[in-house]
């Protein structure tokens, strides 16, 4: 009887729990214009409509075959244009690091990709002061678009926020992690970070990233409060304070290929949303060509916003050099026209790249560095070859040569030699395949479903309306006392202060005792 009992109130206590959030309304928005950054969430959105929830999504690449009444989809596409106008292999070319990326050109990509978002017709509906329009719960991007976690305040609603590329400095400042400028994981840094760096590699890093966390404090979140203040027609508390309320933020890392460091409590990773383990087929010239790839084939991509049409000639040369004397073929996404006929190269515009990295003749994958292209290697265990061409991409390679899963070249600078000896010793050293094949099972090797995780703390969220119990309680401290650098300052100058006194009294004490001296020997002297 004791044991019917408690499992009827386990029942009910379940069904309340459920009750809770059945039906709860969802808004998520990813601002940026870019498919690498939309797809490792749409699992997540998928999932949460399945559960029963309204979804609204807005994203610049609408699920196709989406047509349930409640998961509505607002189209922000148009932004492609800002981001396609780039060419970011001429922008490696000449020298442009990330910081100085950030400073020229993405503080006013920010801004309009975050218009794009404010200013849609169908979201101004939303968001108009008549509007009756309610939300559970609102999940964001939060890459460099502070005035779009601003609409989790308008609906008086906890936000959680995303990210697709793990966290970048501004983000963890403001949630109150540790900003670290020389580690690995800051990748902000580019090919900078590392252990054991010397002091002016670590100096140079630190007034780097302290000086563009400081202009993105000084210029750019003060211009996004005035894009909010505007689209949204009402007066916000500082963005700085909005994004602090923060209550969890998903991250798209996997935990075996990220490098270990201090990490916030309301942080929650997950890896590999989009990747298909039963990929479409080949279409049927490239099924063929790849069947005929008796020792083997190469696939070479450099992603969706970097294009392999944009590599200077002499460059393409080399590539084209090298792969000509390759007993192995070679598919590789070429955006144009290939400029030579090399009969052991299929080159198209578009591939369909997770069906060719399941293809049991792959040997190598040569490719930007893309996180999700990166994912999809390890899922499919194929080793790789990295030419980073922005943004995280130097600190994704720079891992994967770390893990010994993959080479590392620079796109700017190899040569012939360096690329055929790269690629004949990531094949016929087994030991790359067996390594990666290690790293797709500590990646695969989870306590629980990756997707329902994430579900359950979104639900979690909308459960308890926000989560502050979770947020860091430094978030709310400056930079100088959050690393207690005002205290070293102060015992710094405390010690200055005693060795100048400890060396005054000292030099006092010798003058004094030198004059002594002197005047001793000059009275020895008249006497004598």
């Not at 969890?248 to 942080?267: C, E, K, W, Y």
């Not at 002499?314 to 009969?343: G, H, I, R, S």
């Not at 629980?448 to 579900?455: K, R």
């Amino acid at each position: 009887m004791k044991l019917n009992v408690a499992v009827v109130l386990f029942v009910v206590c379940a069904v309340c729990i459920l009750e809770e959030t059945r039906g709860a309304r969802i808004l998520a928005v990813v601002p940026t214009p870019s498919y690498s950054h939309q797809i490792p969430y749409r699992k997540l959105w998928t999932e949460l409509h399945k559960r029963g929830h309204d979804v609204v999504l807005v994203t610049a690449n609408p699920i196709a075959n989406m047509t349930s009444k409640n998961f509505t989809q607002i189209d922000i596409s148009g932004s492609y244009k800002d981001l396609q106008a780039l060419n970011f292999l001429k922008l490696r070319f000449e020298g442009v690091n990330w910081i100085t990326f950030t400073e020229n050109y993405l503080f006013d990509l920010s801004t309009t990709f975050a218009e794009s978002v404010l200013n849609n017709t169908e979201l101004r509906r939303l968001c108009a002061p008549g509007s009756n329009e309610k939300f559970d719960v609102v999940l964001t991007e939060l890459l460099y678009m502070p005035s779009v976690p601003a609409l989790a305040y308008r609906f008086d609603a906890p936000l959680i926020g995303l990210s697709s590329l793990g966290l970048v400095a501004i983000h963890e400042h403001d949630l109150g992690g540790f900003v670290l400028p020389s580690h690995e994981y800051t990748w902000e840094m580019e090919a900078n970070t590392g252990s054991n760096l010397s002091f002016w590699r670590r100096l140079w890093n630190y007034v780097s990233l302290w000086r563009i966390t400081y202009s993105i404090y000084r210029d750019l979140i003060p211009r996004h409060q005035e894009i909010a203040e505007h689209y949204l027609g009402m007066r916000l508390p500082p963005l700085t304070d909005i994004a602090r309320n923060t209550s969890l933020i998903f991250v798209n890392q996997a935990d075996a290929l990220t490098p270990a460091r201090p990490r916030l409590p309301n942080m929650i990773t997950f890896t590999s949303f989009h990747v298909n383990e039963n990929p479409a087929p080949l279409p049927k010239d490239l099924q063929r060509f790849l069947a005929e790839a008796k020792e083997g084939f190469i696939y070479f991509s450099l992603g969706s916003n970097a294009r392999s049409a944009d590599i200077p000639m002499a460059v393409q040369q080399v590539f084209f050099d090298v792969f000509a004397k390759l007993p192995y073929k070679v598919v590789w996404k070429y955006e144009n026209d290939l400029p030579v006929k090399l009969d052991n190269v299929y080159a198209s515009k578009w591939l369909p790249q997770q069906s060719i990295l399941a293809h049991p003749n792959i040997k190598l994958f040569i490719y930007q560095g893309g996180l999700q292209s990166t994912e999809e290697a390890v899922n499919f265990a194929v080793p790789l070859l990295g030419f980073p061409i922005l943004a995280d991409q130097d600190y994704q390679v720079a891992r994967i040569d770390t893990l010994r899963v993959g080479k590392r070249l620079e796109i700017l600078t190899v040569t012939r030699e360096e690329l055929d000896s790269a690629i004949r010793e990531i094949i016929t050293n087994k030991e790359y395949k067996e390594r990666m094949l290690h790293l797709r099972d500590l990646v695969r090797d989870n306590p629980y479903d990756l997707t329902d995780n994430l579900v359950w703390w979104t639900e979690y969220v909308i459960r308890h309306k926000g989560a502050p119990h979770l947020r860091s309680t430094l978030a709310g401290q400056p930079w100088y006392q959050r690393y207690d650098i005002d205290i070293v300052m102060f015992l710094t100058i405390v010690v200055f202060v005693i060795a100048l006194k400890l060396v005054n009294i000292v030099a006092t004490l010798a003058v004094h005792l030198y004059i002594r001296f002197l005047s001793s020997a000059v009275q020895k002297q008249k006497i004598s």
